[in-house]
């Protein structure tokens, strides 16, 4: 079998005018290239800080457009990026030198009321879906910010005015229709639909500790769509042995977790809180919150009064040198159950894969309640406790 390392793979990517001519012959709807007088405009994402410079954005208008702007990447070997509303902070609805798939022209959203279900078209936002279920005095779960995408902002979770009453804006997705990432159309059956309620991140389970295997989710697919053969069984040199697709350059990172903590899975997200605290705390003094009874949910925690420290390491793409300050800061940190990259998200783990989806679950919520406590403390509407140190 093949062995797959964690190198740079060598770019064959065509000419951007040869990636642009493709899409001239094989695609009906709008493109904007480099040399389109609105290139500026329509590369940008909500973030300003995100400055990729796609070949090629394929301003979609149907299902067919769809299928055939990520045939074309595909055959191309280029990276896709699939925008809706463009709010990742990340920056994961665009890239750079490949083809952004725009959705925004599709944002039509049918009601029906009787049914009470609303089929959405991928690029409406929830200004789009609540308008069109508000004529109908019904609602859902949306986002507090109304030009958030709903399909991205369900895809992660998504939480929202209604959450306390409703649940997740995931939790009230029906069915979904796919493109596939190498162009087919199907619609998600029961599994598939599981996955699609809030995937992000990379994630891990450990399969052999003696000699130590992982399962981890292949890079740079949707973990929403993830087929069974996009889980990798890897050796620590990180050789695959089963599974399609590439690991994450930071298989690293699992493999120094699970050597450091004896863990049995290790969970990687990202979220909006995650990288607003990650980024609002000196390095040497993360975030640390104390007296929440959700504490109690973490591994050898027994009382709410324990104080809970998130130790923060600094990003850095050389994957070597950061899976070392990674594995020296939990050394220096035993009591810790989980970390935060700068500006990228949190890693936690656990000694089953239960146990570490539990913590992702107790962080996102804590580091939630310690970014909104701060918020409104200094808004002067706060007068609790001081949380979230
Ligand atoms: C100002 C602001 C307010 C926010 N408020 C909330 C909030 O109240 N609640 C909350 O839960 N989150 C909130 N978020 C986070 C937000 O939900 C996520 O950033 C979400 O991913 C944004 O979705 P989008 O479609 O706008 O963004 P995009 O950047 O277009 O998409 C985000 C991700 O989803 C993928 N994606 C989008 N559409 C599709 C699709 N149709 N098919 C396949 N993949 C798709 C993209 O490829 C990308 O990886 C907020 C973010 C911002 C910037």
Same mark, same amino acid.
């Given at each position: 079998m093949?062995?797959?390392r964690l190198e740079?793979?060598?770019?064959?990517?065509?000419?951007?005018?040869?990636?642009?001519?493709a899409?001239?012959?094989?695609?009906?709807?709008a493109?904007?290239t480099?040399?389109?007088?609105r290139?500026?405009?329509?590369?940008?994402?909500?973030?300003?800080?995100?400055?990729?410079?796609?070949?090629? @954005?394929?301003?979609?208008?149907?299902?067919?457009?769809? /299928?055939?702007?990520v045939t074309?990447?595909a055959?191309?070997?280029?990276?896709?990026a699939?925008?809706?509303?463009?709010h990742s902070?990340a920056?994961?609805?665009?890239?750079?030198?490949?083809?952004?798939?725009?959705?925004?022209?599709?944002r039509?959203v049918?009601?029906?009321? &009787?049914?009470?279900?609303?089929?959405?078209q991928p690029?409406a936002?929830?200004?789009d879906?609540?308008? !069109?279920?508000?004529?109908?005095?019904l609602?859902?779960?949306?986002?507090?910010?109304s030009?958030?995408?709903v399909?991205?902002l369900?895809?992660?979770g998504?939480?929202?005015?209604? %959450?306390?009453?409703?649940?997740l804006?995931?939790d009230?997705?029906?069915?979904?229709?796919?493109?596939? !990432?190498?162009? =087919?159309? @199907?619609?998600?059956?029961?599994a598939?639909?599981?996955?699609?309620?809030?995937?992000?991140g990379?994630?891990? #389970?450990?399969?052999?500790?003696?000699?130590?295997?992982?399962a981890?989710?292949?890079?740079?697919?949707?973990k929403?769509?993830?087929?069974?053969? %996009?889980?990798?069984?890897?050796d620590?040199?990180?050789?695959?042995?089963?599974?399609s697709?590439?690991?994450?350059a930071?298989?690293?990172? &699992?493999?120094?977790?699970v050597r450091?903590?004896a863990?049995?899975?290790?969970?990687?997200t990202?979220? /909006?809180?995650?990288? #607003?605290?990650s980024?609002?705390?000196?390095l040497?003094?993360g975030?640390?919150?104390?007296?929440?009874?959700?504490?109690?949910?973490?591994?050898? /925690?027994r009382?709410?009064?324990?104080r809970?420290?998130?130790?923060i #390491?600094?990003?850095d793409?050389?994957?070597?040198?950061? !899976?070392?300050v #990674?594995?020296?800061?939990?050394?220096?940190?035993?009591?810790a159950?989980?970390?935060?990259?700068? =500006?990228?998200?949190?890693?936690?783990w656990?000694?089953?894969?239960?146990?570490?989806?539990?913590?992702v679950e107790?962080?996102?919520?804590l580091?939630?309640?310690?970014?909104?406590?701060?918020?409104?403390r200094?808004?002067?509407?706060?007068?609790?406790?001081?949380?979230?140190?």
């Open positions: 093949a062995e797959t740079e793979k060598p770019m064959t990517a065509p000419s951007t005018t040869a990636l642009a001519e899409f001239d012959r094989g695609f009906d709807g493109t904007t480099p040399e389109s007088d290139y500026e405009e329509a590369r940008r994402v909500w973030n300003g800080a995100v400055d990729d410079h796609p070949a090629v @954005i394929a301003h979609c208008r149907g299902t067919d457009d769809v /299928v055939a702007a074309l990447a055959a191309a070997g280029v990276p896709l699939v925008r809706a509303g463009g902070v920056g994961f609805s665009s890239c750079d030198g490949g083809v952004v798939v725009d959705l925004a022209p599709m039509g049918a009601v029906d009321p &009787h049914r009470r279900r609303a089929v959405v690029g936002t929830w200004a879906f609540d308008a !069109a279920t508000g004529i109908h005095g609602a859902s779960t949306g986002g507090l910010v030009s958030t995408g399909a991205g369900t895809l992660g998504g939480i929202g005015w209604l %959450q306390r009453r409703y649940g804006a995931c009230n997705l029906r069915s979904a229709q796919l493109v596939t !990432a190498d162009g =087919r159309l @199907i619609d998600a059956d029961e598939l639909l599981w996955g699609l309620r809030g995937g992000g990379n994630f891990s #389970v450990v399969t052999s500790h003696v000699p130590r295997r992982l981890i989710t292949a890079s740079s697919v949707d929403g769509a993830l087929e069974p053969t %996009q889980i990798l069984d890897i620590e040199t990180c050789a695959v042995h089963g599974g697709g590439n690991p994450s930071e298989t690293l990172l &699992h493999f120094e977790i450091r903590r863990a049995g899975a290790v969970l990687h990202h979220s /909006v809180w995650s990288t #607003v605290l980024d609002s705390h000196g040497d003094r975030p640390a919150t104390e007296g929440y009874e959700m504490l109690k949910g973490l591994d050898g /925690v009382t709410h009064e324990h809970e420290w998130v130790p #390491v600094p990003n793409q050389d994957m070597l040198r950061l !899976a070392r #990674v594995g020296r800061t939990l050394d220096e940190h035993p009591s159950h989980a970390i935060l990259l700068q =500006r990228h998200g949190i890693y936690t656990g000694a089953t894969l239960a146990d570490a989806v539990r913590h107790i962080f996102e919520f580091l939630e309640t310690m970014g909104r406590t701060r918020a409104y200094l808004r002067g509407g706060y007068d609790g406790p001081a949380q979230g140190s």
